[in-house]
């Protein structure tokens, strides 16, 4: 299997191998890189070590993974808000190819359907793993071949998101499909804590299957795992 693991040992060291392979993985591209970022629990550090850096990060564009369905574009819970909050304007980056959450949903996904058939490039894609296996909103069941689509999140998956906010979020979502996430040059897999070594194995080491979404992986290049020890519990020693 063509992956690297690089372990990390707390969240500060989490925070700086992710940085690392991050500025290594974006370093040198023609043009400006095109990456996609996540949202979530597990990249905070990751985000934090990109704005503790004492060397100026390449500039980039961010690209969209996923959005919930529905809200007014001002909304604080939208994924696009929570990431130019988080990282986006305190790095500086202008370039977006964010989804508006308030737009005709036909039109708003073949909007995007048409920007990546147009760019067909992504150099950098940075992922989270929930713990049913989904990458964006690609929950189990996504086709290996699916495209950026509305969909609906499992419930496990909309009760987490429930808890990010202490409200009820939209189970309608945007994502972008596998399809899209297949375009990248290299995959980011970040993964914290014991609640995600099972499904972290399965994806790696079980049967390629689309109802572990994130196995899609198995197949893909320049993959590169950033976990900590306890996300990594069940990789072999
Ligand atoms: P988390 O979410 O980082 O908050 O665990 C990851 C995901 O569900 O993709």
């Known amino acids: 299997m063509a992956y690297n693991i690089i372990e990390c040992s707390n969240e500060v060291d989490f925070g ?9 993985a974006i370093r040198g591209l023609n043009g400006l890189p095109n990456v996609i970022l996540p949202t979530g629990n597990t990249p905070a550090p990751f985000f934090q070590a990109l704005k503790d850096s004492k060397v100026p990060i390449t500039p980039f564009q961010y690209l969209q993974l996923d959005e919930y369905l529905g809200l007014p574009e001002d909304d604080e819970i939208l994924f696009k ?9 305190p790095l500086g980056i202008t370039h977006r190819m964010a989804f ?22 992504v150099d950098v894609a940075v992922l989270g793993i929930g713990k049913n296996g989904h990458v964006g909103f690609n929950e189990p069941g ?9 969909a609906e ?9 429930n808890k990010y906010w202490d409200r ?46 994130a196995s899609y992986l198995q197949l893909q290049r320049n993959v590169v795992i950033i976990a900590d020890k306890n996300a990594l519990g069940r990789f072999p020693k």
């Open 100 to 121: 508006n959450s308030a737009a005709d949903p036909a039109s708003e996904i073949q909007r995007i359907r048409d920007w990546y058939n147009h760019f067909r490039r």
């Open 16 to 24: 700086a191998k992710a940085r690392l392979a991050f500025c290594k």
């Open 142 to 150: 996504s086709a290996f071949n699916s495209r950026a689509r509305v």
């Open 153 to 161: 999140m499992s419930d496990e998956t909309w009760e987490a998101n």
């Open 81 to 89: 808000n929570w990431l130019d909050r988080d990282v986006l304007s």
């Open 168 to 213: 009820e979020v939209p189970k309608k979502i945007i994502t972008l499909g596998i399809t899209e996430l297949k375009l990248a040059s290299t995959t980011l897999l970040l993964a914290r804590g014991e609640e995600k070594a099972d499904i972290l194995y399965e994806a790696f080491y079980g049967e390629m299957t689309t109802e572990i979404p």
